[in-house]
């Protein structure tokens, strides 16, 4: 069975600072896709990084990057500089067979 | 690219009438993805299909929900007869080549 779990169900950061967002997964598979996506409030499913499995090196897109620990099955997501914007539910995702696999989302709130 | 399409955005229904919500993805996409979302269950996958072709339907909940492909470029997912326990956000995403998801919009749909 795949499954995702985000432990944290709200988190709140100040503006300019740094927060980091947990993710750990459960699969048989030794090849498959993690993913962050945002949804802010429009309900909009936005892509902001994706990570191969079989790729050692953290993926990396602006302000946000992962931390990628395959042995432990952990995807966590650390957002530099966290600006208002940034204010959404984040969802971590597991993808393997085509298939997605979301966990429970972070609610993330940036206070100015 | 104008990204995916979903159409309506919103949609009230009354309980027992049929639904139809519709999708055109990315052009140049294979895969397409239909989701539900609710406070409930979170994002569940629905329904898949490649080059056209459902591949998946396990998530289809019930013989009232339907889902067809008739060609690359458009997609519907037909409820019929719809109940309040329908009521919830419907995302299509379209990806190529399946191990990447970009969202539509999303249908927001009550069924009263």
């Known amino acids: 069975a795949q499954t995702v779990t985000q432990s944290q169900p709200e988190m709140s950061v100040q503006e300019a600072e740094t927060v980091t967002l947990s993710c750990t997964y459960d699969?048989?598979?030794?090849?498959?896709?993690l993913f962050w996506y945002k949804q802010p409030p429009s309900r909009q499913m936005i892509l902001v990084i994706r990570?191969?499995?079989?790729?050692?090196q953290n993926a990396t897109e602006n302000r946000f990057s992962v931390n990628f620990q395959k042995a432990a099955k952990s995807f966590s997501l650390k957002i530099s500089d966290s600006q208002l914007g940034d204010t959404a539910m984040y969802f971590c995702a597991l993808c393997n067979f085509n298939k997605f696999y979301f966990g429970s989302g972070t609610k993330l709130n940036v206070k100015p | 690219d104008a990204g995916v399409i979903q159409s309506p955005r919103h949609e009230v229904t009354e309980m027992g009438q049929e639904v139809t919500l519709r999708c055109k993805p990315i052009s140049g996409h294979d895969y397409l993805f239909w989701y539900r979302q609710t406070m409930m269950r979170g994002l569940e996958l629905l329904i898949y299909?490649?080059?056209?072709?459902?591949?998946?339907d396990s998530g289809m909940p019930e013989d009232r929900f339907s889902a067809k492909m008739p060609n690359a470029s458009f997609s519907t997912l037909k409820i019929q007869p719809s109940e309040p326990r329908d009521s919830a956000v419907y995302f299509c995403?379209?990806?190529?080549?399946?191990?990447?998801?970009?969202f539509g919009p999303g249908t927001r749909l009550t069924v009263l």
């Open positions: 995403a379209s990806s190529l080549g399946g191990s990447m998801g970009f």
């Open positions: 299909f490649n080059n056209n072709v459902p591949i998946d």
């Open positions: 990570q191969e499995a079989y790729k050692q």
């Open positions: 699969t048989s598979e030794s090849n498959y896709y």
